[in-house]
């Protein structure tokens, strides 16, 4: 079992605190590394190995969950625009890094693919109970969910 499996295992027993909702084809989670401010990840579930693995509905289906997360990140945060990775080279299990995005993001860091501009390792922590926590239920309103951690 990789990374990604044991999260969605612990989104589907209610403890991933970083899950935002459950939508149609797996789990919008807040980012357990925030180097951009409302960067989340859409983790599919069922884990499959890569987006090929799934059916012609799977992949729509996954493909427009990642852009609905996309637009909410985007309302949410007020970012220029979203990024979207889908990479599976270290993790070979399905997921869609969501990433905003930012007008004030330094000149150096703008024009540079995020996973290499910034250093996710040292960034800070995601809280989605604490300091993202309005973050948090904002997004998951924008997805058109209230209360807890919504499921579709």
């Not at 612990?10 to 409302?38: C, F, K, Y």
């Not at 997921?95 to 024009?111: C, G, N, S, W, Y």
Request: aromatic letters at 4%.
């Amino acid at each position: 079992m990789g990374i990604i499996s044991d999260r969605v295992s612990l989104a589907r027993s209610g403890d991933n605190p970083h899950v935002i909702a459950r939508m149609p084809s797996g789990w919008a989670v807040l980012g357990e590394t925030q180097p951009l401010r409302g960067y989340c990840v859409l983790l599919a579930d069922p884990v499959v190995p890569h987006l090929n693995a799934l059916s012609g509905e799977g992949r729509r289906a996954f493909l427009g969950d990642m852009a609905r997360l996309g637009d909410a990140v985007l309302g949410v945060t007020g970012a220029v625009r979203i990024n979207y990775e889908i990479l599976g080279n270290l993790v070979p299990e399905l997921h869609a890094h969501v990433i905003p995005r930012h007008a004030d993001e330094p000149d150096d860091k703008r024009a540079l693919p995020p996973m290499s501009a910034y250093d996710w390792a040292g960034s800070r922590a995601g809280d989605p109970e604490g300091e993202d926590r309005a973050l948090v239920e904002a997004i998951r309103a924008a997805l058109g969910f209230s209360g807890g951690p919504a499921r579709a």
